[in-house]
């Protein structure tokens, strides 16, 4: 897919549709684009590589645009192999060639590649300018977001920001969907830990006068910067997008299933709020972490299994703790046939995060709902909506 930025600043990324998982982990049903840029002025310069499954293509790509020249600099963002790849080969290919990086880039790249940095390196701080000719890049470190070498460039001539993996998402770039619907999943998943440092990037961007971000994965921004930046405000400061309630559920025999989805139609017939629900055993886990965090609500259900959590919802909780969810409110459904023990293991979970308002009265299931149960789902119900 052609992607134009402008005269002299290139598009020269690829799209992967092959991949399954990204990081081996996340379904990727559409694919996914290792972005990677070509500024063309007095001194030639390549804004990162792309991954290793891409290599072919996009060496075909930035030879055409170089058209017999030869980069001066490559500028790296963020060394994961996603985007960094393709170091080694550059190195050996354009020998004149400089890399630019900070003093962790520099100390970590020995780690993924075996050559001689030796008067190769253009090492930079924050604040520091490399000048191009008509275009000057100034870098901004950004630790932790999501490694601790990641910095982002800012091109004042053309006011764009290369933004590594912020405001990425997952998709091809032929994928016409949503910017916010994929780049929410990737955010919390990947960058959301982190929402400390992504504020601190947010300040320094604040003082930018930014017309267009270039990201490492997903679409080159060019329209209502200010969606895009307001968006990863929110998410970086854990605050909940809708204000809505999530149902999460775990099941063995369908009886807790029908517990959740009693509890939906309750929930639909007392509030015009987004009510939505997950069977965690049939979705998946990144989907339903997008989702936690996205509502402002959410009421958890689960069966007691082998004298403890139903193996699907303790995965779910693992990852919203590694992720750290704060600042809902959430409600607790548990079920057990004898010896119940669910819902004082989600509590714990839940009692472990920061300002996670906890409704106090667990309900309890014996194997099926009763018409007790159903009068304490519409207590429950109450509870989570006040």
Not at 256 to 274: G, P, V
């Amino acid at each position: 897919m052609k992607i134009r930025i402008s005269d002299s600043i290139k598009y020269i990324g690829v799209d992967d549709k092959d991949i399954d998982l990204f990081e081996s982990q996340y379904p990727v049903p559409h694919g996914v684009s290792y972005n990677s840029y070509l500024i063309i002025d007095d001194k030639i310069t390549i804004m990162d590589t792309v991954d290793k499954r891409k290599t072919d293509e996009w060496l075909e790509i930035l030879e055409h645009e170089l058209d017999g020249k030869n980069p001066d600099y490559l500028v790296i963002s963020h060394l994961e192999p996603d985007h960094a790849a393709n170091i080694g080969v550059l190195t050996e290919k354009y020998p004149e060639m400089k890399l630019v990086g900070n003093v962790k880039t520099f100390n970590m790249l020995p780690q993924f590649f075996n050559f001689d940095l030796t008067g190769r390196t253009i090492s930079v701080k924050e604040g520091d300018t490399l000048d191009l000719g008509k275009h000057k890049l100034t870098f901004y470190m950004a630790p932790m977001v999501h490694w601790p070498e990641v910095m982002v460039s800012y091109e004042s001539t053309e006011k764009i920001l290369f933004s590594a993996d912020g405001f990425g998402k997952f998709g091809a770039l032929d994928y016409d969907d949503s910017w916010a619907c994929e780049a929410r999943r990737y955010y919390f998943n990947i960058v959301g830990k982190y929402g400390l440092q992504v504020q601190n990037l947010l300040k320094k961007a604040a003082a930018l006068e930014i017309q267009k971000i270039c990201p490492l994965h997903g679409p080159v921004l060019t329209d209502n910067i200010g969606y895009y930046i307001n968006l990863y405000d929110i998410w970086s400061k854990y605050e909940p997008e809708t204000d809505g309630v999530f149902i999460a559920f775990a099941s063995i025999h369908g009886n807790t299933a029908q517990a959740a989805h009693k509890l939906y139609e309750i929930l639909c017939s007392k509030t015009d709020k987004k009510v939505v629900i997950s069977d965690l055993s049939r979705s998946d886990v990144s989907e339903n972490v997008e989702s936690a965090f996205r509502y402002s609500k959410m009421v958890v259900l689960a069966p007691t299994y082998d004298g403890g959590l139903f193996p699907s919802m303790n995965d779910f909780l693992h990852h919203l703790a590694i992720k750290t969810y704060r600042n809902r409110k959430v409600a607790v459904v548990e079920n057990g046939s004898w010896g119940p023990m669910a819902g004082k293991i989600m509590k714990g979970y839940f009692e472990d995060m920061k300002n996670i308002e906890i409704v106090p009265d667990t309900v309890t299931i014996r194997s099926s709902i009763t018409k007790e149960n159903i009068a304490q789902l519409e207590k429950l119900a109450d509870e989570i909506l006040a």
